[in-house]
Nanobody, 117 residues
C-alpha cells in the first residue's frame, strides 16, 4: 500500500486548503481512511476519519476542527480529501493520511501545512 499526500503549503489565517491522498491499493473502498497531524514538539493527533463502504462512508472530525474541516473520499480515484477552511495558526502541522484495513494501518509521507501571515 502506498499513500501520497499533496496540497499542503503556506496559507494566511482564515484561508483554505484541500489536501489529497492518493492510494495505490486494489480495493480502496475496503479501507477506512484517516487524516492525522503532527506539530513540532507535539504528538500525532487524529483529525478526521471516513469509514469504508461497509461502514457507510460515515465521517467524523476532531472537535478542534469541527465546522472547519471536512473529510471525503472518491473511491473511483482511490483518493481521500481533507478540506480545511478558516485555517488558524494552530492548524500548522505535517498532515498525514493513513489507510486502515483490519489491524493494518499504512501511512503516507506527510504534507506540510503552515498557517501564517
Amino acid at each position: 500500500v502506498q499513500l501520497v499526500e499533496s496540497g499542503g503549503g503556506l496559507v494566511q489565517p482564515g484561508g483554505s486548503l484541500r489536501l489529497s491522498c492518493a492510494a495505490s491499493v486494489f480495493t480502496f473502498s475496503n479501507y477506512h481512511m484517516r487524516w492525522y497531524r503532527q506539530a513540532p514538539g507535539k504528538e500525532r493527533e487524529l483529525v478526521a476519519v471516513i469509514l469504508n463502504d461497509f461502514g457507510g462512508g460515515r465521517t467524523s472530525v476532531d472537535d478542534t476542527v469541527k465546522g472547519r474541516f471536512a473529510i471525503s473520499r472518491d473511491n473511483a480515484k482511490n483518493t481521500v480529501y481533507l478540506q480545511m477552511n478558516s485555517l488558524k495558526p494552530e492548524d500548522s502541522a505535517v498532515y498525514y493520511c493513513s489507510a486502515l484495513l483490519l489491524q493494518n494501518e499504512y501511512w503516507g509521507q506527510g504534507t506540510q501545512v503552515t498557517v501564517s501571515s
